[in-house]
């Protein structure tokens, strides 16, 4: 699916730039001569000045980020609500639709991300079975270790439906537990973008499976799926945009969401399938053309309900897509 651009900034109080100006102290000075580098090199060294008289100033310290804290935490979600709030108006609106966002995962996070990939690629009821079967296959949720995991066979995982290269990829994954490369403690305690890095070296495990990880399974505040397509047209939506914008676009248009990103994308997901139940219940429905049934209106009516309902499956299969919960059951 190509991408398309912005070709108009959306109407906001404070529209985001998307090409900044380098700051003026960014501008190139001109390079010394040879001449004056040769002068330079002839003149004699000065001695160093004592210590009691004019210091060298201290270098500046440089202070880490810090990482906030999650969104399971007491409080955490409403000061998000609050500072979404202040910082972008239009988001109101939506914030005030719906109720608020909870961010509590039951399960650890190796658990959470073996039925990340259990669920890729497949639809809700599917999943639900064979990660059903599944569980049932290492003794129950407290059975899905990555020992548990490297002791199953290929075949034994095709017969519960998982696919030959979904096994390798749960046997990569339990093969990086057991070799020490990934924990679960190393995984909470690594900040977003070490973590995004190692995670991605786990076969079948892309930057979105990290970004629904981070968010539904750690409560990570201020990650942002700048390629989701939901999240995508959810920002679209909210500020008229006459294009979809780019994930690189995603950053600056999103940039006063910080350091509560994580819960305004939630939201977006909420926009989007809110219209799209809104277009599906506004489907007119045809009235009776003649005031008695014969054969060929009945069959006309038929054909217009089938119609209607496929219609219907359709938009519901689509809300279902643009949701990460779905797919991701149990982390939200």
Request: charged content about 15%.
């Amino acid at each position: 699916m190509g991408e398309q651009s912005l070709s108009q900034p959306f109407p906001h109080p404070h529209p985001h730039p998307l090409s900044p100006s380098p700051p003026a102290s960014a501008a190139a000075t001109p390079p010394a001569t040879a001449l004056a580098v040769s002068a330079s090199a002839s003149r004699p060294k000065k001695k160093p000045r004592s210590s009691g008289s004019n210091p060298a100033p201290k270098k500046p310290r440089l202070v880490p980020s810090v990482r906030g804290r999650p969104l399971s935490a007491d409080g955490e979600v409403d000061a998000a609500i609050r500072h979404l709030r202040a910082a972008d108006p239009a988001l109101a609106p939506v914030i005030d639709a719906h109720d608020p966002p909870s961010f509590h995962c039951p399960h650890p996070p190796f658990h959470s991300l073996v039925r990340s990939v259990l669920y890729q690629q497949l639809a809700f009821k599917a999943a639900a079975s064979v990660y059903s079967r599944f569980i049932a296959l290492v003794g129950g949720e407290a059975g899905v270790l990555p020992d548990a995991v490297l002791a199953l066979s290929a075949e034994q995982l095709r017969q519960i439906g998982v696919s030959a290269r979904k096994a390798s990829y749960l046997h990569d994954l339990a093969r990086k537990y057991a070799s020490g490369i990934l924990s679960d403690d190393n995984i909470v305690a690594m900040d977003d973008r070490s973590l995004a890095a190692m995670l991605t070296m786990v076969n079948g495990i892309g930057a979105w499976s990290v970004h629904m990880f981070m968010i539904f399974s750690l409560a990570r505040p201020d990650v942002l799926p700048s390629a989701d397509l939901g999240i995508r047209k959810g920002v679209q939506m909210l500020y008229g945009l006459e294009d979809v914008p780019r994930p690189s676009q995603m950053e600056k248009l999103c940039e006063r969401w910080r350091p509560y990103r994580s819960v305004a994308a939630w939201y977006m997901w909420r926009l989007i399938e809110s219209k799209a139940a809104q277009t599906a219940g506004a489907m007119p429905v045809v009235p009776p053309a003649m005031p008695a049934p014969s054969e060929e209106f009945m069959l006309q009516q038929h054909q217009q309900q089938h119609h209607h309902q496929h219609q219907q499956q359709q938009q519901q299969a689509a809300i279902q897509m643009l949701d990460p919960v779905q797919m991701l059951p149990g982390l939200g």
